[in-house]
């Protein structure tokens, strides 16, 4: 494995972690909504949602943003930092194949993702239904929208694991196409 290789790598897999932050802030931005969108006396703030919204969306851009050229950009990276220059050898020696590290990265964050998301999950249900159980008002209640972001993490989660090998497929099919026009340009 070359050096310009590695860091394609580990790019990569920084940019497939990012996932974490923007479902964080998606959690977040949910939890806000539901606290400061109504005043005390129980009318809908529009200016503050707006706000609220636009600040969210404008993180998760930067985001989204961050992911792509980290995931599917990651030579132009290695080509604006220089990091594939100065080391002494021309190649590492790892037996290990690029798309198994991207296997088993998307393995470990689909893990990590269902280790935290499973638990919060069960909590949030046992909540929402013990509300329920108590005839209270279901309606204004947080845990629904906490109940719908975990399992939507949850189901990334099974997904990056379930899908490891398409994921990294369509990972190295991008960056191959990547290098091709490149190179043509």
Known sequence: MTPRSFFAVLIKIIGINKIFNIIKEITQFVSTLSMFTFTPDGHFAESTYLIITAYTMMIIGIYLLIIWVCV???????????????FTED??????????????????IGGVLLIDSI???????LSYFKKVNEYQNIGQSREYSYIVINSIKAVIGFLLISLNKAISNFIEIRTIEETFTEEEV
């Not at 599917?72 to 100065?86: E, H, P, T, V």
């Open 72 to 86: 599917f950009k990651a030579y132009w990276i290695i080509d604006l930092l220089k990091l594939d220059k100065g």
């Open 91 to 108: 190649k590492f020696e790892f037996t290990i194949q690029r798309s198994s590290i991207l296997k088993i990265a998307l393995i470990i």
């Open 119 to 125: 638990p919060l999950l069960i909590n949030e249900g």
